[in-house]
């Protein structure tokens, strides 16, 4: 009778257990999926800004030309440059860091 118990309970606790794991693999393999997620956006976030960046830093040759010369030929030319690169959207409907707008700052006069 004893081992009749002994048995059962050790099967019940096998059972329960088992379960048990089963349930803790599934919440890890949810978190580690969220996780990559996440990991993912955060990627995708920041090669996004090193592309606007990129842009931006391209700016300055045709800015500090326009200024130098009181010209602004060079910034004319750049902007339509980038204009005319594939899939650039003007306005990306994004707001930059510390929730500055993306737009440009108005130059002197403007």
């Known amino acids: ?10 099967l019940g606790t096998w059972a329960v257990n088992d379960r048990l794991l089963a349930g803790a693999r599934q919440e890890a393999n949810v978190q580690a999926r969220t ?13 996004a800004t090193l592309q606007a960046e990129g842009e931006a830093v391209s700016l300055y040759p045709a800015v500090i ?7 602004p030929a060079p910034l004319l030319q750049w902007s ?16 930059g ?14």
């Open 1 to 10: 009778m004893l081992g009749a118990v002994l048995s059962t309970d050790a």
């Open 35 to 47: 996780q990559v997620a996440q990991v993912h956006a955060v990627y995708a976030e920041r090669a």
């Open 65 to 71: 030309a326009a200024l130098a010369g009181n010209n």
């Open 80 to 95: 339509g440059q980038v204009a005319a690169v594939p899939g650039h959207r003007r306005d990306r409907g994004r707001r």
């Open 97 to 110: 860091r510390a929730g500055h707008s993306a737009r440009p700052c108005p130059g002197p006069g403007g």
